[in-house]
């Protein structure tokens, strides 16, 4: 009985966890909002910053305690909470997700990720602004990975790791 108790408690504990996890890379961003403006183009605070302030509609951030309850509409960018940005301008020069793919020469099933993130939706932009680093990941490179992933960084390197406080000098004693 108490075995069976036991295999219960595991399962019902398993289910919790995994229900939570996102689809990401070993080295993604830590303790970043996801920028989203008009719901459909991922991009970063800088981005945001050159958009003049009459052509921003509205702006709404998501805490990422908040996160089950946006996970259905932004599904994979929330982790550390969303901030949605409204806005009135056609001047953000934007990449598809195939246009990318396209232009890097990948096949059109490599999939994408954002600051270690799966895009799970084909109907996401990509600010080019916005791009910092585009990295190719190979199979089994991370995370046991069986498929060739292009992971985009919208974040400097200094910036990627959010508020942990580590410096340079002690990345590269670590190494």
């Keep these: 009985m108490k075995i069976k108790i036991t295999l219960l408690i595991v399962l019902i504990s398993s289910i919790g966890i995994f229900g939570q996890n996102?689809?990401?890379?070993?080295?993604?961003?830590?303790?970043?909002?996801?920028?989203?403006?008009?719901?459909?183009?991922?991009?970063?605070?800088e981005v945001v910053n050159t958009l003049p302030k009459e052509a921003i509609k509205e702006m709404i951030v998501m805490k990422s305690m908040q996160k089950d309850q946006y996970a259905a509409t932004f599904p994979n960018l929330s982790q550390y909470g969303l901030i949605l940005c409204k806005v009135d301008s056609d001047n953000i020069e934007t990449k598809t997700q195939h246009e990318i793919k396209t232009f890097l020469g990948a096949d059109l099933t490599t999939k994408i990720y954002v600051d270690g993130f799966l895009l799970m939706n084909d109907n996401y932009l990509i600010a080019t602004k916005s791009i910092k680093e585009i990295e190719f990941i190979n199979?089994?490179?991370?995370?046991?990975?069986?498929?060739?992933?292009?992971?985009?960084?919208?974040?400097?390197?200094?910036?990627?790791?959010?508020?942990?406080?580590?410096?340079?000098?002690?990345?590269?004693?670590?190494?």
């Design 22 to 45: 996102f689809d990401k890379l070993l080295y993604s961003k830590k303790d970043k909002p996801t920028v989203l403006i008009n719901e459909n183009i991922i991009a970063n605070w």
């Design 139 to 175: 199979p089994n490179e991370q995370d046991l990975n069986e498929d060739k992933i292009i992971n985009i960084w919208t974040l400097t390197k200094d910036t990627r790791l959010g508020s942990l406080d580590l410096r340079k000098t002690e990345l590269q004693k670590n190494k």
